[in-house]
């Protein structure tokens, strides 16, 4: 896709927040041209280290938009990337390689050095995309090699990302390339219709599968991108003030931390028209404090929900009047091509869709038990509403009984509490609804006002304090509720 857009456009700008690893001397003012000859570049090197058709390829390097690029580089030689996120734990990392059985790993000399690979431990012959490190071939040095016309089967593995992993160790999930251009075409008539041709931010988890059907979006669309990996308010607000981005794409808890942009008074949010997150639910208060802080005439807040296992499944869109009387918990109507059906009225929320993955890369047996007759469970609660929305209430293993959504109940009190940057409600066995809270700024919790929110709300203990980044999280920034829980039950008395 990377060259299809090159030989259309090649001018068109990319923008990034670091140089690529791969290329470092294209600094970080490129163009779409600039990449197509990266990939191809990397392709016959990658072809010339004897990396072939159908083989599964290990990329886990440190975060940087190239794993973007050398995931392109790899599908040009029809080889399946297995992406693994740095932000992965060692052990976690060593288990899902181990399973995806590669024949070659793609690292860099930071990650080995830091301890997260082990290359005597890989199980397969590991290729430095950067750096150096004893013993171990660069792939910059090699010779590119030749590489011919490669046929593109649409029903064949094309890569593999992993599962958040906030309910248990990640799962690997095996997509088809027509699965992925599932994603691609049920994303695409929205953005036309809607008439987004604008210069677009994009800062996820790029060994996400919405990194590829979002950058399949921009090239498809012809818009200026910003690739950006640094989440840090400072870092993205200098990038948005040059960059000034029409369209802007981050994990719906990274808005919550760019909250802080919109009152800066460089107006770095002012260009933005349209804000979209998939991912996870987003809080309202967020929303609303995102919109007010555009400067265009009729913002718009776009949430998508689906699954890496499902693609996209349904979307809503918030104005800035309806984002004070939306619903939270409704994720919209489902995308036409999707079915949503709601077990028992209120229950386990299945799909069907073009869009599924393969397999479960290693665990074939817990992917089908998911699966009904071509119906896949998305492991929610939800409902539908008589106007036909989705309505998404808790994750199946985080549900409390008792409460009809915890993530309202949420949603609520970050509304009430502007201080909050995130609270979760957990449960500990018989010792009932325990909530933990994160302050925007790590100053201790304003107590008046928290015993003010709760007043109406279920029975609760006091909150626990947490600092943002001592919180586990995945590679996309959600908290990982069944850790949070092990972690409360070895530091709090019973």
Same mark, same amino acid.
């Given at each position: 896709?990377?060259?299809?857009?090159?030989?259309?456009?090649?001018?068109?700008?990319?923008?990034?927040?670091?140089?690529? +690893?791969?290329?470092?001397?294209?600094?970080?003012? $490129?163009?779409?041209?600039?990449?197509?000859?990266?990939?191809?570049?990397?392709?016959?090197?990658?072809?010339?280290?004897?990396?072939?058709?159908?083989?599964?390829?290990?990329?886990?390097?440190?975060?940087?938009?190239?794993?973007?690029?050398?995931?392109?580089?790899?599908?040009?030689?029809?080889?399946?990337?297995?992406?693994?996120?740095?932000?992965?734990?060692?052990?976690?990392?060593?288990?899902?390689?181990?399973?995806?059985?590669?024949?070659?790993?793609?690292? +860099?000399?930071?990650?080995?050095?830091?301890?997260?690979?082990?290359?005597?431990?890989?199980?397969?012959?590991?290729?430095?995309?950067?750096?150096?490190?004893?013993?171990?071939?660069?792939?910059?040095?090699?010779?590119?090699?030749?590489?011919?016309?490669?046929?593109?089967?649409?029903?064949?593995?094309?890569?593999?990302?992993? *599962?958040?992993?906030?309910?248990?160790?990640?799962?690997?999930?095996?997509?088809?390339?027509?699965?992925?251009?599932?994603?691609?075409?049920?994303?695409?008539?929205?953005?036309?219709?809607?008439?987004?041709?604008?210069? &677009?931010?994009?800062? =996820?988890?790029? *060994?996400?599968?919405?990194?590829?059907?979002?950058?399949? $979006?921009?090239?498809?669309?012809?818009?200026?991108?910003?690739?950006?990996?640094?989440?840090?308010?400072?870092?993205?607000?200098?990038?948005?003030?040059?960059?000034?981005?029409?369209?802007?794409?981050?994990?719906?808890?990274?808005? %919550? !931390?760019?909250?802080?942009?919109?009152?800066?008074?460089?107006?770095?949010?002012?260009?933005?028209? /349209?804000?979209?997150?998939?991912?996870?639910?987003?809080?309202?208060?967020? %929303?609303?404090?995102? $919109?007010?802080?555009?400067?265009?005439? /009729?913002?718009?807040?776009?949430?998508?929900?689906?699954?890496?296992?499902?693609?996209?499944?349904?979307?809503?869109?918030?104005?800035?009047?309806?984002?004070?009387?939306?619903?939270?918990?409704?994720?919209?109507?489902?995308?036409?091509?999707?079915?949503?059906?709601?077990?028992?009225?209120?229950?386990?929320?299945?799909?069907?869709?073009?869009?599924?993955?393969?397999? &479960?890369?290693?665990?074939?047996?817990? /992917?089908?038990?998911?699966?009904?007759?071509?119906?896949?469970?998305?492991?929610?609660?939800?409902?539908?509403?008589?106007? !036909?929305? =989705?309505?998404?209430?808790?994750?199946?293993?985080?549900?409390?009984?008792?409460?009809?959504?915890?993530?309202?109940?949420?949603?609520?009190?970050?509304?009430?509490?502007?201080?909050?940057?995130?609270? %979760?409600?957990?449960?500990?066995?018989?010792?009932? %609804?325990?909530?933990? =809270?994160?302050?925007?700024?790590?100053?201790?919790?304003?107590?008046?006002?928290?015993?003010?929110?709760?007043?109406?709300?279920?029975?609760?203990?006091?909150?626990?304090?947490?600092?943002?980044? +001592?919180?586990?999280?995945?590679?996309?920034?959600?908290?990982?509720?069944?850790?949070?829980?092990?972690?409360?039950?070895?530091?709090?008395?019973?």
């Amino acid at each position: 896709m990377v060259q299809h857009a090159a030989a259309r456009r090649p001018g068109t700008p990319i923008v990034l927040d670091r140089p690529l +690893d791969i290329a470092p001397h294209l600094g970080t003012d $490129l163009t779409v041209g600039d990449l197509s000859e990266v990939v191809e570049t990397l392709a016959r090197r990658l072809h010339a280290a004897g990396i072939r058709r159908g083989e599964r390829v290990v990329v886990h390097k440190r975060d940087n938009a190239d794993i973007l690029l050398i995931t392109c580089a790899l599908a040009r030689l029809r080889a399946v990337p297995v992406l693994l996120s740095p932000r992965l734990p060692a052990g976690t990392a060593a288990v899902l390689t181990a399973r995806a059985g590669p024949r070659f790993v793609l690292t +860099d000399g930071a990650t080995i050095a830091a301890g997260r690979l082990d290359p005597a431990h890989a199980g397969a012959t590991v290729l430095l995309a950067a750096g150096t490190h004893a013993g171990l071939t660069t792939v910059g040095d090699l010779a590119p090699a030749a590489i011919g016309a490669v046929r593109l089967d649409p029903a064949a593995p094309c890569v593999i990302t992993h *599962t958040s992993g906030t309910t248990r160790e990640p799962k690997l999930v095996e997509q088809s390339s027509r699965g992925l251009g599932t994603h691609l075409a049920l994303s695409l008539p929205f953005m036309t219709a809607l008439g987004i041709r604008e210069r &677009y931010a994009l800062c =996820v988890s790029f *060994t996400h599968i919405r990194a590829y059907a979002a950058l399949a $979006l921009a090239l498809a669309r012809h818009m200026p991108l910003a690739l950006l990996i640094d989440q840090d308010v400072t870092a993205v607000r200098e990038i948005f003030l040059r960059f000034r981005p029409g369209l802007l794409e981050t994990h719906p808890n990274t808005f %919550v !931390g760019w909250e802080a942009l919109a009152d800066d008074p460089a107006r770095p949010l002012h260009t933005v028209r /349209f804000f979209s997150s998939t991912f996870d639910a987003i809080h309202p208060r967020t %929303v609303r404090i995102l $919109l007010a802080a555009s400067g265009r005439r /009729f913002p718009l807040y776009i949430q998508a929900y689906g699954q890496s296992e499902s693609g996209p499944v349904a979307a809503r869109m918030y104005t800035r009047r309806g984002a004070w009387r939306a619903d939270s918990r409704c994720v919209g109507h489902p995308i036409p091509g999707v079915g949503v059906r709601v077990r028992d009225g209120r229950g386990p929320i299945e799909v069907r869709s073009r869009g599924r993955a393969l397999a &479960y890369v290693g665990e074939q047996e817990l /992917f089908d038990d998911q699966l009904d007759g071509g119906w896949w469970r998305m492991g929610d609660l939800g409902h539908r509403s008589r106007w !036909g929305c =989705v309505h998404l209430l808790d994750r199946e293993i985080d549900h409390i009984e008792g409460l009809d959504s915890a993530l309202e109940i949420e949603d609520t009190l970050m509304s009430r509490v502007p201080q909050l940057r995130e609270v %979760v409600l957990i449960t500990r066995g018989d010792r009932g %609804v325990q909530p933990v =809270v994160c302050t925007r700024t790590g100053a201790p919790l304003d107590r008046a006002a928290w015993r003010s929110a709760v007043r109406d709300l279920p029975p609760m203990a006091d909150p626990v304090l947490y600092a943002w980044e +001592d919180l586990p999280h995945t590679a996309t920034l959600k908290v990982r509720r069944v850790r949070l829980r092990e972690l409360l039950d070895q530091h709090l008395p019973a």
